[in-house]
């Protein structure tokens, strides 16, 4: 069998699979805060409770309405988003004009809310969700075994995460957005109705997280505290990546996932800690972050 | 002698007379310690306008460095005290160190993210007991005197401990220092223009309000003969902004105000579930006591749309009005 250092090489790339797919899911959150941080100035604590919501609603709409995983893939981001939109238009609206601060404290406040209801309901043990037929099983690739779904969730954060980056950077809407980044008032003045732009902003960048919930459902356990525990490390990648760019956030999210899942191969110890030292490293070398700019 | 030292006084006479009269003298601690935790992240985030949102880690080091220190190495408490304060400072400098280099938002989630590691690091490290925590820490004799196993001693050491914390905090606010403090909250490119190194000013108050956040945690480890995991848990440090927010940010007695609430809350919030349960026939009040994090959670929320002065601010404000009017 072919090693590489000691290791054999078939736990090795089945680790950097594993890698990837939790770097899917930091690239995914990852850039729906920066998509929210860009026009919001809010950091959106809540983005790891919406994201336990989207794998709740994945789960909800199978043992309730009997809806398989590929409508809850389209339906579960859209009821995550309606709800981020609820949340910006009642509460989070009312904040934009005071210090940035109390944008993260009220969502941090509406997480605890959300996870503390969740739990009363579904206790904190984790809910079984299996993967569509379509997608079970493993392909054999020769030199590894491939799972199929794992596979799936790269490809699919992938193809989204780029979507996301041609609509901002490439389209008339993209510009809109971006103008509106730099100044709102300048765009407003244009006759842009910046208020319903930032409110649909919101409800894209939760849907995104709902969207990574949903995909999370059946690698993951679901249960009411798998988010708080994943949009930690988040911040740290968005740290470390910086809000600046788009491409950034995706290729920071995917590469912090690979460093993470190949720790657990060398050093399984330090593997839940690794994203934490990177992001000490690079705020003593380079304190914007990899991608991010110098205010 | 003015006015508010004769208050003083007689605040510290009445918390002293508290066992006295009914108050369980474990409540009382566990609140003082919370009220000095608060206190000294209130210096952060009140008064030089930093929000830490990893105090939780300096909280949970001391506590377990205290603990290992009476327990393991058999020190007696007030060296326990020290050095549990003393790593709980270290801590700081590193963490503030690495996180002054960024501002605003970027530093609450920087902050978030260190003490996450160091969360991670006491679930793993050898000495720490893992999910059990450091269960029978001995509380010692007092300088070789005074046995804290009883209660009522350890009530009086904890006063002592909780008032000298309190006074370092007004000396500090009240000194030229925390004026600069005041002045990189509310304006900071204008601090650096007048010539303060606003950086070493910042990390000053960090490493300050880190060592007293860690004095509390190590108090915390006397009171309750035990370290765990839950003190250094991010959910910890969200409750001590909970605390100072409740409270009033930037006001001397407001967190002491919040932390008490909060402990009461937390005791209390099952009691109130059962009788909401009865009163409206709805099971899932009873559960209520379970998942105390859906009050906290509502709390935070309201306080952040509707009541961002705190109760004392709020009380201070109204003042302020009574007088001009």
């Given at each position: 069998m072919t090693t590489v250092f000691g290791i054999p090489i078939q736990a090795l790339l089945g680790q950097l699979l594993l890698g990837l797919v939790n770097g899917s899911f930091y690239a995914v959150l990852s850039l729906g805060l920066a998509v929210i941080f860009g026009l919001l100035?809010?950091?959106?604590?809540a983005h790891g409770a919406l994201y336990m919501l989207g794998a709740f609603a994945a789960w909800m709409g199978y043992a309730?309405?009997?809806?398989?995983y590929w409508a809850m893939l389209l339906l579960a981001p859209l009821a995550v988003g309606a709800a981020g939109i609820v949340i910006e238009r009642l509460l989070?609206?009312?904040?934009?004009?005071?210090?940035?601060l109390y944008g993260l404290l009220l969502t941090f406040g509406l997480t605890l809310l959300i996870e503390g209801l969740m739990r009363s309901f579904y206790g904190v043990s984790g809910q079984p969700y299996s993967a569509p037929e379509a997608l079970r099983g493993a392909t054999n690739l020769g030199f590894m075994v491939l799972p199929n779904y794992r596979a799936w969730v790269v490809a699919a954060s992938v193809t989204v995460c780029l979507a996301t980056w041609f609509v901002i950077e490439r389209t008339r809407l993209g510009a809109l957005l971006r103008a509106a980044t730099e100044n709102a008032r300048l765009v407003e003045s244009f006759g842009v109705n910046v208020p319903l732009m930032v409110t649909l902003t919101y409800g894209f960048g939760v849907a995104l997280a709902g969207f990574a919930g949903v995909l999370a459902a059946p690698v993951l356990q679901i249960s009411p505290l798998m988010g708080s525990n994943l949009i930690i490390v988040v911040f740290a990648v968005v740290v470390i990546g910086g809000m600046g760019s788009i491409l950034g956030a995706i290729l920071t999210g995917l590469g912090l996932g690979v460093v993470e899942g190949l720790t657990k191969v060398f050093w399984p110890e330090a593997s839940s800690t690794v994203v934490f030292i990177v992001m000490a490293i690079v705020l003593l070398l380079r304190p914007a972050g990899l991608f991010g700019r110098e205010k | 002698m003015n006015r508010q030292a004769l208050l003083c006084i007689a605040l510290a006479a009445a918390v002293a007379v508290l066992p006295y009269v009914g108050v369980y003298p474990i409540f009382a601690m566990k609140v003082m310690c919370y009220a000095l935790f608060a206190c000294a992240f209130n210096l952060l985030?009140?008064?030089?306008?930093l929000l830490s949102f990893g105090h939780a880690a300096f909280l949970g080091s001391a506590a377990y460095a205290a603990g290992h220190a009476l327990k393991?190495?058999?020190?007696p408490p007030e060296l326990g005290l020290v050095f549990g304060a003393a790593c709980a400072t270290l801590l700081g400098l590193a963490f503030g160190l690495l996180a002054i280099r960024r501002s605003g938002i970027y530093f609450a989630m920087i902050t978030l993210a260190l003490a996450q590691m160091v969360y991670f690091f006491f679930l793993q490290a050898?000495?720490?007991?893992?999910?059990?925590?450091?269960?029978?820490?001995p509380r010692g004799m007092l300088f070789g005197l005074?046995?804290?196993?009883?209660d009522l001693a350890l009530y009086y050491l904890v006063m002592a401990v909780f008032a000298a914390g309190c006074f370092l905090v007004w000396r500090i606010v009240h000194s030229p220092f925390g004026q600069v403090l005041k002045a990189i909250r509310e304006n900071e490119p204008r601090a650096v223009s007048l010539g303060y190194d606003v950086d070493a000013y910042k990390l000053l108050a960090f490493v300050l309000s880190a060592g007293l956040a860690g004095l509390a945690g190590a108090t915390k480890t006397l009171v309750f003969v035990s370290a765990t995991l839950s003190d250094a848990t991010w959910q910890m440090s969200g409750l001590v902004i909970l605390m100072t927010l409740i409270g009033g940010l930037?006001?001397?007695t407001g967190p002491v105000v919040g932390a008490f609430i909060v402990v009461l809350l937390e005791n209390k919030v099952g009691d109130f579930g059962m009788a909401a349960a009865r009163l409206?026939?709805?099971?899932?009040?009873?559960?209520l006591g379970e998942s105390v994090t859906i009050v906290t959670g509502l709390i935070f929320v309201v306080c952040v749309m509707a009541?961002?002065?705190g109760i004392v601010g709020e009380l201070l404000a109204w003042r302020g009005r009574r007088r001009a009017a």
């Open positions: 100035n809010v950091i959106n604590f309730y309405l009997g809806l398989n989070l609206r009312h904040l934009y004009r005071l210090d940035h | 985030l009140g008064y030089t306008g393991v190495w058999g020190l050898p000495f720490t007991g893992g999910e059990d925590g450091l269960q029978q820490v005074v046995d804290l196993r009883s930037g006001t001397l409206t026939g709805l099971d899932w009040f009873q559960r009541f961002r002065r």
